[in-house]
């Protein structure tokens, strides 16, 4: 009887040696599965980072040629390495993407290959837009101009193809508020001077967008004067300026004002000084129900304006030009990095 349970206790010792061992075995499988796993979804994500810093770049130096991406980079005990191409700076050119993350003995590689795209954004059909009810218009001396002819980005008018209005309404009643206005101490060039176009799309639906994409803001109590900038031909920028919801005080632009890009400004507002401006100005009103746009000093837009809300009221005076320019309003959407995405044509891992 001794003997027989000495064996079955030696027995059982080795049935549960064989059950410990498969459980370590199993246990140490695990971990190294686990382990494995890990290395492979931080190599993943590794070059997941390689191609969002390379894409963060482009977007930073889109307009240098010239300009490459780290080829590498670390992060947390891992790193990656990017291989990179593109066939130029413009819309619809192309940007190639190999992106290889390695973690220990893992690694992970992305080829992705994208096409630069644009937003689509209001774009005026020609020197002014109003896409709002017209209240009242005035043109206050001989000195203002309004030119739907095509010029290009310096102001200097084109011939051949590409001209547009000098003022676009969006009803017959509208346009003879305007030409009566024009036929007097205004002056309204384009082809044809003044028309009807129920076509405009109304920049109101886009402000909001902007207002939280702006380069800069401002309202009543900090309007830009002096010698602000508010971004250049090669650096369009987006710019609002909110008057709040105060219909008794007036937005004024004075000093030597000179900006690209997207001017939007929401209130009435005085251009005063010297203002210039080369691409799409909104005016988007109060509340979006009334703008008054008046003019006292030297004042010039290259690109178009665009009038939005529920009503609109233009008065014009001092010396006051705008100019339409299909090459400014293409150039701020060309090279506003806000306006630009990629479309993936093509996404290996």
């Given at each position: 009887?001794?003997?027989?349970?000495?064996?079955?206790?030696?027995?059982?010792?080795?049935?549960?040696?064989?059950?410990?061992?498969?459980?370590?075995?199993?246990?140490?499988?695990?971990?190294?599965?686990?382990?494995?796993?890990y290395k492979y979804s931080f190599a993943r994500n590794?070059?997941?980072?390689?191609?969002?810093?390379?894409?963060?770049?482009?977007?930073?130096?889109?307009?240098?040629?010239?300009?490459?991406?780290?080829?590498?980079?670390?992060?947390?005990?891992?790193?990656?390495?990017?291989?990179?191409?593109?066939?130029?700076?413009?819309?619809?050119?192309?940007?190639?993407?190999?992106?290889?993350?390695?973690?220990?003995?893992?690694?992970?590689?992305?080829?992705?290959?994208?096409?630069?795209?644009?937003?689509?954004?209001?774009?005026?059909?020609?020197?002014?837009?109003?896409?709002?009810?017209?209240?009242?218009?005035?043109?206050?001396?001989?000195?203002?101009?309004?030119?739907?002819?095509?010029?290009?980005?310096?102001?200097?008018?084109?011939?051949?193809?590409?001209?547009?209005?000098?003022?676009?309404?969006?009803?017959?009643?509208?346009?003879?508020?305007?030409?009566?206005?024009?036929?007097?101490?205004?002056?309204?060039?384009?082809?044809?001077?003044?028309?009807?176009?129920?076509?405009?799309?109304?920049?109101?639906?886009?402000?909001?967008?902007?207002?939280?994409?702006?380069?800069?803001?401002?309202?009543?109590?900090?309007?830009?004067?002096?010698?602000?900038?508010?971004?250049?031909?090669?650096?369009?920028?987006?710019?609002?300026?909110?008057a709040g919801t105060d219909t008794?005080?007036?937005?004024?632009?004075?000093?030597?004002?000179?900006?690209?890009?997207?001017?939007?400004?929401?209130?009435?507002?005085?251009?005063?000084?010297?203002?210039?401006?080369?691409?799409?100005?909104?005016?988007?009103?109060?509340?979006?129900?009334?703008?008054?746009?008046?003019?006292?000093?030297?004042?010039?837009?290259?690109?178009?304006?665009?009038?939005?809300?529920?009503?609109?009221?233009?008065?014009?005076?001092?010396?006051?030009?705008?100019?339409?320019?299909?090459?400014?309003?293409?150039?701020?959407?060309?090279?506003?990095?806000?306006?630009?995405?990629?479309?993936?044509?093509?996404?290996?891992?």
């Amino acid at each position: 009887m001794g003997r027989s349970a000495l064996i079955l206790v030696l027995m059982l010792g080795a049935v549960f040696g064989i059950i410990g061992v498969n459980i370590n075995s199993t246990n140490s499988r695990i971990a190294e599965s686990q382990s494995g796993y890990y290395k492979y979804s931080f190599a993943r994500n590794l070059a997941r980072v390689g191609v969002n810093r390379t894409l963060r770049f482009c977007d930073q130096n889109m307009q240098n040629p010239a300009y490459l991406p780290p080829g590498s980079g670390s992060f947390n005990g891992g790193s990656y390495a990017i291989q990179f191409a593109r066939t130029g700076v413009n819309v619809g050119d192309t940007i190639s993407i190999t992106s290889t993350g390695v973690c220990a003995d893992s690694s992970y590689t992305m080829n992705i290959r994208l096409r630069r795209t644009v937003q689509p954004y209001p774009k005026a059909h020609g020197a002014i837009g109003i896409t709002a009810p017209l209240q009242s218009i005035s043109f206050k001396n001989n000195k203002t101009h309004v030119d739907g002819l095509n010029h290009d980005i310096s102001g200097t008018t084109l011939t051949g193809d590409g001209n547009g209005p000098g003022i676009a309404v969006l009803s017959g009643g509208d346009s003879t508020k305007v030409a009566a206005a024009g036929g007097g101490a205004g002056s309204i060039v384009g082809d044809p001077t003044i028309k009807v176009d129920s076509t405009q799309t109304n920049p109101i639906d886009y402000i909001q967008q902007y207002s939280q994409w702006a380069d800069y803001s401002y309202n009543l109590s900090n309007a830009p004067g002096g010698n602000a900038t508010l971004g250049t031909i090669d650096a369009p920028k987006i710019t609002v300026i909110d008057a709040g919801t105060d219909t008794t005080k007036k937005i004024t632009l004075n000093g030597s004002v000179s900006g690209c890009g997207i001017l939007v400004i929401k209130g009435d507002v005085k251009l005063a000084g010297n203002f210039s401006f080369t691409g799409l100005v909104i005016f988007a009103g109060v509340s979006n129900s009334f703008e008054n746009i008046s003019s006292t000093g030297t004042a010039s837009i290259v690109g178009g304006i665009m009038l939005a809300g529920a009503g609109a009221s233009l008065s014009m005076g001092g010396n006051t030009t705008v100019d339409y320019s299909k090459e400014a309003l293409d150039n701020t959407q060309n090279k506003v990095s806000q306006l630009q995405f990629y479309d993936i044509l093509d996404w290996f891992e």
